[in-house]
């Protein structure tokens, strides 16, 4: 992994859906796992979700679970966030990750994108 940049981000009410992507570079990137975090302003980052390079292993914050999927395309190097049921205490902005083991710890983490807002309206 080289590069990640996130997108898909934006504005959406309460109990409404957004979908997040993240295109990494680099000949490594089905190596990695890839994770989601958030940051909303004053809290510290946390973490969402993560998926392990064979998608066939997922983590979610228990916040998130049952509502967010991550799932990604090693061939397209993506890995994508669908968002439902989402909430105000959603907002923040969205990081993708890239690490080559699972932590919910954002230090655990060595590639990142710039991130992409999530706002969500009451």
């Known amino acids: 992994v080289q590069w990640l940049v996130e997108s898909g981000g934006g504005l959406v009410q309460a109990g409404g859906s957004l979908s997040l992507s993240c295109a990494a570079s680099?000949?490594?990137?089905?190596?990695?796992?890839m994770a989601w975090f958030r940051q909303a302003p004053g809290k510290e980052r946390e973490f969402v979700a993560a998926?392990?390079?064979?998608?066939?292993?997922?983590y979610y914050a228990e916040s998130v679970k049952g509502r967010f999927t991550i799932s990604r395309d090693n061939a397209q190097k993506t890995v994508y966030l669908q968002m439902n049921s989402l909430k105000p205490e959603d907002t923040a902005v969205y990081y993708c990750?890239?690490?080559?083991?699972?932590?919910?710890?954002?230090?655990?983490?060595?590639?990142w994108g710039r991130g992409t807002q999530v706002t969500i309206s009451s």
């Open positions: 998926i392990r390079w064979n998608g066939g292993r997922t």
């Open positions: 990750a890239a690490g080559l083991q699972y932590s919910q710890t954002w230090l655990q983490y060595d590639y």
């Open positions: 680099g000949r490594t990137f089905s190596d990695y796992i």
